[in-house]
């Protein structure tokens, strides 16, 4: 299977839009207003998710999501086809 220049684990700007939507998504659930700024510093440009990532409001929201995967059953997280991940 030869690497195809269209799916989203190869081209930089799928990738960043799907970082993005998945930054929004978590931004609207978020309590915290300096997180949505970073949100938003990051999907205008202003900041980098390098930058963003360093911030403690991007920790304090992001450590109680990554400690949820913990979780999961790792058979899912481990799939690398998308359609193999519905429904689990």
């Known amino acids: ?23 929004v998504a978590l931004a609207a659930y978020s309590d915290s207003n300096e ?8 999907v205008s440009g202003r900041k980098s998710p390098l930058e963003a990532s360093m911030s403690p409001a991007f920790g304090q929201v992001m450590e109680p ?14 799939s690398s086809a998308p359609e193999e ?3 689990r």
């Open 35 to 42: 997180f949505k700024k970073l949100v938003d510093d990051v």
């Open 85 to 87: 991940r519905i429904g």
């Open 65 to 78: 999501i990554a400690e949820k995967t913990l979780d999961l059953n790792p058979e899912w997280y481990q």
């Open 1 to 23: 299977m030869t690497p195809d220049e269209n799916d989203t684990l190869h081209n930089e700007d799928a990738r960043r839009e799907l970082r993005n939507r998945n930054l």
